[in-house]
């Protein structure tokens, strides 16, 4: 039997082109043929169970071997085979209709990146590594046929008898010049770990050096030598095939540090199991994580029937869940389509609101079960559940009962507690409630100690995603607004009816905000006089919550270089029935009045860690001539 012939495609030299765009992607050929071989044994062995195999299943493990010398890469599997007939159907036509259909996307795609690197080519992406692929095999129908059929990549193929004695296939690819690095054992061993380190039919690579004990010596201590034995390179039967009932607690851990070797224990996890209206499967783990959520990202691995496929998951896992570690598997995931049609794809958004909601599921069941051990979390979870509520609506439905606020004092609220505890007297004459909250303790603690005189609580903002975790509460609740502590005098901050008159006349104001200005010297300070509590300080000086938010924005990038340009503007409050303005205003000489005034402000600065440098060091210097 020797039969030449034309595989039917219409387009003539796709293997250039392919070759030309796959181009970063070249490895993953391995991933094809080891895939294929993988099914080729699920099928066989399904065969057996259904009764229609009669024969001895044997040892079914795949082998991938190369030959330096030879330059050849083989993988060898003792699955279903193929006769003649079938490799002319399911290569030359079906997987060569994959390629088809590559090169005709291709042709109206605007652009190529787009469809590049996700399209799954199957047994044709052999060729972006070699020149030739040989198929050598024998199908496990009785009286079978053993058959080869090579292929140099063009059109044309040649199918003849083949040699091979035992049921299954063994592919053959002579590696081309621009490949030779494939033909590596540390290439082909990194490859493996990364495609095919959890597939379920044992996969052999080589062989490694055991040591195995060896009897005893005469001493009666044990002996050890060192065998060669095959060097399996996968888990078969990875956590997340097996049901969590059948699981403890380390072998979760046990698994992370598998995935992740240099990472600390996780917080918890969640072992995601479904089969209707999609199949997934997978443990996604909470790790520990601070304020560097941007380095953590791209840690969940995403597989399809233990194959591993990508790990960018950024399409299929919820933008805030991307901190989040571990494995999702699901065949339902279609992997051959580009980003868009998989942001449209319904399964996709279905997998998107599944785990969304497992999430949401697991963290209120926590807060719920041990609200102790949950607020002890808090530090480490508040990021996610932050996050989700920011830009997740269906995450913020149920997150509102286990989001919590800390204050300063570092008590924890439910949003409802919250509100119930400060509405009482944190509310002003429109109705709106305040919430204040402070973004450094330290910086803050004058203000913090300021609006504690008067019962009032400040939470503590201080995370990076604070800044939108607050926008959120204020579209979120009703009648809330949310201030910076030090955005205004404590009078200020919340406006009620019997807010304290100013006692000086307004001459006087007049002459004290005249002696500031002139003690101040500085267009970034505007000063205004006002009627505060005696118990206040003397001279306040704040930033308006306005701008203040617009210049942390622009900081952020949030695209508002306009406010970022503009000068840091701060506003003086001088407490107009203090004694010491009082002071001020008697003072003997102008240069008194000036002299008190500088000293009055740069305590307010002082108190904000504003005040630095030559400033400093002269303020300093008139404490002492005070004194
Ligand atoms: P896919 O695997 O997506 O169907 P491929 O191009 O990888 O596409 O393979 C085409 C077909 O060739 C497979 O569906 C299978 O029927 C057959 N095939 C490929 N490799 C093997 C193998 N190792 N053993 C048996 N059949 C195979």
Not at 115 to 122: E, R, S, V
Not at 322 to 338: A, F, Q, R, T
Not at 348 to 372: H, M, P, Q, S
Request: charged share 30%; hydrophobic share 35%; glycine share 6%.
């Amino acid at each position: 039997m020797q039969e030449k012939g034309t595989i039917s495609i219409h387009t003539e030299n796709i293997f250039p082109i392919i070759k030309k765009f796959l181009y970063s992607d070249h490895e993953i050929f391995l991933r094809e043929l080891v895939s294929n071989a993988v099914d080729a044994t699920q099928k066989i062995k399904r065969l057996a169970q259904l009764g229609q195999y009669s024969g001895e299943l044997g040892d079914t493990t795949i082998e991938v071997a190369f030959d330096k010398d030879k330059k050849t890469i083989t993988i060898t599997d003792k699955g279903l085979g193929m006769t003649a007939e079938e490799i002319k159907k399911y290569i030359n036509q079906i997987a060569f209709s994959g390629a088809t259909e590559f090169v005709e996307k291709f042709k109206d795609a605007k652009d190529a990146n787009e469809i590049i690197g996700k399209f799954g080519l199957g047994f044709y992406s052999a060729f972006m590594v070699a020149k030739t692929v040989e198929i050598n095999t024998l199908s496990y129908q009785e009286g079978a046929q053993p058959a080869r059929w090579t292929c140099d990549g063009s059109t044309e193929f040649e199918i003849s008898e083949g040699d091979r004695k035992e049921r299954g296939t063994e592919i053959t690819l002579h590696i081309n010049e621009d490949s030779e690095e494939f033909l590596d054992k540390w290439k082909l061993q990194g490859i493996l770990d990364k495609y095919a380190k959890f597939l379920p039919v044992p996969i052999k690579f080589g062989t490694k050096t055991e040591s195995v004990e060896d009897g005893v010596d005469d001493k009666g201590e044990k002996k050890w030598k060192s065998v060669e034995v095959d060097n399996i390179i996968n888990t078969t039967s990875p956590i997340w095939t097996k049901s969590p009932s059948d699981l403890k607690d380390e072998d979760y851990l046990a698994f992370y540090k598998e995935l992740y070797p240099m990472s600390e224990d996780p917080l918890f996890w969640i072992h995601l199991n479904v089969d209707y209206p999609f199949n997934l499967t997978g443990v996604l783990y909470f790790p520990k994580v601070k304020n560097d959520f941007e380095f953590q990202k791209n840690k969940i691995k995403l597989f399809s029937r233990q194959v591993f496929i990508t790990d960018e998951v950024k399409d299929i896992v919820p933008e805030f869940l991307m901190l989040l570690h571990g494995v999702i598997d699901s065949p339902d995931i279609p992997l051959n389509v580009s980003r868009s049609f998989l942001q449209a794809d319904g399964n996709v958004k279905k997998i998107n609101n599944y785990i969304t909601k497992k999430v949401a599921d697991k963290l209120g069941e926590l807060f719920k079960k041990d609200r102790k051990v949950y607020e002890e979390k808090w530090n480490d979870i508040g990021l996610f559940v932050k996050y989700g509520m920011i830009s997740e609506d269906k995450f913020a439905e149920k997150g509102k009962d286990f989001t919590l606020l800390k204050n300063t004092k570092g008590e924890l609220f439910t949003l409802p507690e919250y509100k119930e505890k400060v509405s009482a007297i944190q509310t002003d004459k429109e109705g709106n409630t305040i919430y204040l909250y402070a973004t450094d303790a330290d910086k803050q603690d004058a203000f913090i100690q300021s609006a504690g005189k008067k019962d009032y609580d400040v939470l503590l903002m201080d995370s990076p995603i604070d800044s939108h975790f607050i926008q959120h509460l204020e579209t979120k609740e009703e009648k809330t607004q949310l201030k910076r502590v030090d955005a205004d005098v404590v009078d200020k901050l919340i406006q009620k009816e019997d807010n304290y008159e100013n006692l000086l006349t307004e001459e006087q104001s007049n002459k004290v905000k005249e002696i500031f200005e002139k003690a101040i010297n500085s267009q970034t300070y505007s000063v205004a006089v006002e009627g505060l509590s005696p118990e206040e300080l003397p001279v306040t000086v704040t930033m308006d919550e306005f701008m203040r938010r617009m210049k942390d924005m622009a900081q952020m990038g949030g695209g508002m270089s306009f406010y970022g340009a503009m000068p840091d503007n701060y506003k003086v409050a001088i407490n107009g029935n203090h004694p010491v303005i009082d002071k001020v205003l008697k003072a003997e000489s102008e240069e008194d009045q000036t002299r008190l005034a500088k000293q009055a402000f740069d305590l307010a600065l002082l108190s904000q860690g504003l005040l630095k440098g030559k400033d400093l060091t002269e303020f300093v210097k008139r404490s002492v001539e005070l004194i």
